[in-house]
């Protein structure tokens, strides 16, 4: 791995490598899986303020933790750790309370994400992601799977909030949880890991197979949101969630950075409508924080940007009308 120099191999030791010869893009798996219950099949209960947040407002993953707890009221209920968008040189998460944005731990006063997780796990040989659901009583990591931590989020959000019912949120009504999963998968590959395929590719097959699959998809749903407002018609459901935070890097990140660059989303007006949409619903904005999001990606990745110049654009709009009520009642 020296051999490729320290950049290269920063980017090579995180969540995203490049496999082999293929020069395609290998995502790394999260390694703690358990989750919340209610019938003792693990030991985290569903509780009122018993669960902290670890996350990068850079990150798109960590990013679907923080709209969900945002849109399902539950900031009192679960506290939060923000690292900086700078990573060290071995790719790690590091907290700095005096960058804008971030903060120190606020439970163990660690300098990093990789302490957390040797706390959890004194085996530990990967380096730490975010986002992490942490467990204060038990004192270790619940998960560190985005799409399981919001589905837990989604599950017990009132028990969470320390009421007496176990009602499932609004994001996951019971008759679509099938539908949501299949778009859930249907945009994973091919959108929010193929943004990283792309940018992350070491051959031009390998680019030029992964951007071909994201235009492709990113093509369908254009016409799919000229005919619902949402992903699955008139409600913003999961699959909304995990598809955001991709799509609002695109034009800042993704188009010049990782080369995704046959058009802009700004320049495909039912999926810039939608974005503006649910950027617009209450508490949504309060978890974008550009800034990080920018400079962490073009700043990070040295491999790809060697010198760490950042542009100066795009200007987007965030508030410009979007129209969209048309297509649906859903709010």
Not at 138 to 159: A, G, K, Q
Request: net charge negative; glycine share 8%; with cysteine.
């Amino acid at each position: 791995m020296n051999e490729l120099g320290p950049a290269a191999a920063v980017d090579q030791m995180k969540a995203w490598r490049a496999a082999g010869d293929s020069g395609k893009f290998d995502r790394k798996k999260s390694e703690f899986r358990s989750s919340l219950s209610t019938d003792g099949s693990t030991p985290h209960l569903p509780e009122l303020g018993r669960y902290h947040i670890y996350i990068s407002h850079a990150c798109p993953w960590a990013h679907r933790v923080m709209l969900v707890r945002s849109l399902l009221g539950l900031e009192d209920s679960i506290s939060v750790s923000v690292v900086d968008w700078r990573m060290e040189n071995d790719g790690s998460w590091v907290f700095n309370a005096d960058e804008p944005g971030a903060s120190e731990d606020h439970l163990h006063g660690y300098s990093g994400i990789q302490q957390l997780y040797l706390a959890a796990d004194p085996d530990f040989a990967g380096i730490g992601t975010v986002p992490v659901l942490w467990d204060k009583i038990h004192d270790t990591i619940v998960n560190n799977e985005s799409r399981e931590i919001i589905r837990m989020l989604n599950t017990h959000h009132s028990l969470l909030k320390g009421e007496d019912d176990s009602r499932t949120s609004p994001l996951l009504p019971s008759e679509l949880v099938n539908e949501i999963d299949a778009m859930i998968d249907a945009n994973y590959e091919s959108l929010n890991n193929g943004v990283y395929k792309a940018g992350f590719a070491r051959t031009q097959d390998a680019y030029e197979d992964a951007v071909g699959t994201l235009f492709g998809r990113l093509d369908e749903l254009e016409s799919l949101l000229g005919e619902h407002r949402y992903l699955l018609g008139d409600t913003l459901t999961e699959a909304d969630i995990c598809l955001w935070p991709t799509l609002i890097r695109f034009d800042l990140v993704y188009h010049t950075h990782f080369k995704c660059d046959r058009n802009r989303i700004v320049d495909m007006p039912n999926v810039w409508g939608y974005l503006r949409d649910i950027f617009q619903i209450h508490g949504i904005a309060e978890t974008c924080d550009w800034t990080h999001i920018k400079w962490h990606y073009k700043w990070s990745h040295t491999s790809i940007n060697p010198f760490r110049v950042v542009s100066i654009g795009p200007e987007l709009d965030w508030n410009e009308p979007h129209g969209r009520e048309a297509l649906s009642g859903g709010s």
